[in-house]
């Protein structure tokens, strides 16, 4: 499995009629995570777990790839990296589950990038047998949550004050989920 994740690719041109490739990360995608994430301003920065404009953090990503634990997906476009999403697996009684976090360039945003991504990630997961995948998503962030529902994930509830940005406020977090083993259904 390992392997055929390795060799995983999608080529997908965007609204913007941007071609992007979809793929997993490699050791020399490093300093063009890193750089991704220093064209973010501070208003995306507050959301995020982990402190991306670190260039300690890309490093310790980078020297801990383990693909059974993390799993990050990348777009490039050109010669930079455009988005980031992550499959984080859980385990013991959690172990059927993953969460899922992304992150697009501004200049990539709103022209379906973040659809390829997501659906690039739920494709892994089926493969993988996992159950469902989880997203926690700030609650004010009335359109990513759209998006997510449009893919297929559904809100599951809402967490009062339950993320913590550095300066001590707090923020509302709505959790989605996508369950993997429904049946997929088309209208027509």
Same mark, same amino acid.
């Given at each position: 499995m390992k392997k055929r994740i390795k060799q995983f690719r999608e080529f997908v041109t965007l609204s913007n009629y941007k071609k992007v490739i979809i793929r997993p990360t490699i050791d020399k995608d490093k300093e063009m995570v890193y750089e991704l994430f220093q064209r973010a301003d501070e208003s995306d920065m507050i959301f995020l777990k982990d402190k991306v404009k670190n260039r300690e953090t890309v490093e310790?990503?980078? /020297?801990? %790839?383990?693909? /059974?634990? @993390?799993l990050p997906i990348i777009a490039q476009y050109e010669d930079k990296i455009v988005g980031n999403t992550t499959l984080h697996f859980m385990t013991k009684s959690k172990r059927h589950m993953?969460? %899922?976090?992304?992150? *697009?360039?501004?200049?990539?945003r709103?022209?379906? *990038? =973040? /659809?390829? *991504? @997501?659906? /690039?990630?739920i494709k892994i997961a089926k493969e993988l047998g996992l159950k469902f995948i989880i997203a926690e998503i700030i609650s004010e962030h009335y359109k990513l949550i759209k998006s997510f529902r449009k *893919? =297929?994930?559904s809100r599951k509830c809402d967490l009062e004050d339950y993320f913590m940005t550095e300066? =001590?406020?707090?923020?509302? @977090?709505? %959790?989605?989920?996508?369950d993997l083993q429904k049946k997929e259904s088309f209208e027509f």
């Amino acid at each position: 499995m390992k392997k055929r994740i390795k060799q995983f690719r999608e080529f997908v041109t965007l609204s913007n009629y941007k071609k992007v490739i979809i793929r997993p990360t490699i050791d020399k995608d490093k300093e063009m995570v890193y750089e991704l994430f220093q064209r973010a301003d501070e208003s995306d920065m507050i959301f995020l777990k982990d402190k991306v404009k670190n260039r300690e953090t890309v490093e310790r990503w980078y /020297s801990e %790839i383990d693909f /059974s634990k @993390v799993l990050p997906i990348i777009a490039q476009y050109e010669d930079k990296i455009v988005g980031n999403t992550t499959l984080h697996f859980m385990t013991k009684s959690k172990r059927h589950m993953a969460e %899922i976090r992304i992150f *697009l360039d501004k200049e990539f945003r709103g022209i379906g *990038l =973040g /659809s390829y *991504l @997501v659906k /690039s990630q739920i494709k892994i997961a089926k493969e993988l047998g996992l159950k469902f995948i989880i997203a926690e998503i700030i609650s004010e962030h009335y359109k990513l949550i759209k998006s997510f529902r449009k *893919l =297929g994930f559904s809100r599951k509830c809402d967490l009062e004050d339950y993320f913590m940005t550095e300066s =001590g406020d707090t923020y509302d @977090v709505t %959790i989605m989920m996508y369950d993997l083993q429904k049946k997929e259904s088309f209208e027509f």
